[in-house]
């Protein structure tokens, strides 16, 4: 048998075993957090380029057992706040040859940076490049702070991007996916529906073919990102929306884009778009 068909096999087996195995997302239409100081919708009409494809748009929450559910419905309980924390430290540490901090130029992270995540990625400022929040982030660091950019999964990365995205919490995903974004948005369709790698999978074939259906012991979700950064309980820490690009690539046994890449940020406004009238979850927790 060539590797070109037993990948094939594989692939088809795969395909059979989540079809096969029944289940569903549960029955919520919010997730309330802190006893109900803060709720968050589920599910939100799909956008009109889904309707006819997913009937509407569900949180990854949903798709989780019931003790990581609980994780995220209470702040105290929710490992990814200690990460947030840290972030919100170095909103106001000075770094760099300009003697700034975020705060110097932003101010209390809570207003300025409120319903930012919500809107990620976005054309820059010049409109001739689509940025994810992780280059808005390195852009301020570099040109008024002069500090040295931080890694795209770094710590400090990902300390930030969730101190951030949590001033989001409750605010609806919006993207821009017209002008500009266009082109970007497109190429990122494309992406989410070309198979990769040895067993030749799509994003399309787990989150949209198989959405609800059990592959061994995961449940697959819609593979939505409103909840990211999050905190994923197999890796013990945050992830970043394109380190689990990265993972899911890597899982059809092909060699993947890098984070930051144009690739990356065109699939993210992609993915983003298809999770449009979600809420920001701020930092969700996941397997």
């Known amino acids: 048998m060539t590797s070109r068909i037993a990948a094939a096999a594989l692939a088809a087996a795969l395909a059979a075993a989540a079809g096969m195995a029944g289940a569903d997302p549960i029955d919520a239409p919010e997730i309330v957090i802190n006893d109900g100081e803060v709720t968050l919708p589920t599910r939100a009409p799909a956008p009109d380029f889904l309707k006819d494809t997913l009937p509407e748009v569900l949180s990854g929450w949903l798709f989780r057992d019931e003790d990581t559910r609980a994780m995220e419905m209470d702040d105290f309980e929710n490992p990814g706040m ?15 040859t300009e003697g700034k901090s975020c705060a110097s130029c932003h101010n209390g992270i809570e207003d300025s940076m409120k319903g930012v995540r919500a809107h990620m990625p976005k054309m820059n400022e010049a409109g001739d490049d689509l940025w994810s929040l992780e280059n808005f982030v390195n852009d301020c660091r570099v040109n008024r702070m002069g500090a040295e950019e931080w890694g795209w999964n770094s710590p400090e990365m990902k300390n930030m991007t969730s101190a951030i995205s949590l001033q989001s919490r409750g605010e609806p995903v919006k993207v821009a996916i017209d002008g500009p974004a266009a082109e970007w948005w497109e190429k990122g369709k494309d992406i989410y529906y070309t198979r990769y790698g040895q067993l030749e999978l799509g994003c399309f074939n787990c989150h949209e073919q198989y959405a609800g259906k059990m592959i061994r012991a995961d449940h697959l979700s819609q593979g939505q990102i409103n909840g990211f950064p999050t ?3 197999k890796d013990a820490g945050i ?8 993972g899911c690539v890597r899982d059809t046994r092909a060699e993947t884009f890098k984070a930051g890449s144009p690739e990356f ?8 778009s298809r999770g449009a009238g979600l809420p920001v979850e701020g930092v969700s927790v996941r397997h």
């Not at 200690?82 to 540490?93: E, M, N, Y």
């Open 82 to 96: 200690v990460f947030a924390d840290q972030g919100l430290d170095a909103w106001s540490a000075v770094e760099g």
């Open 231 to 233: 905190y994923r309980l």
């Open 239 to 246: 992830v970043s929306i394109h380190q689990r690009f990265a």
């Open 265 to 272: 940020r065109a699939l993210e406004l992609y993915v983003a």
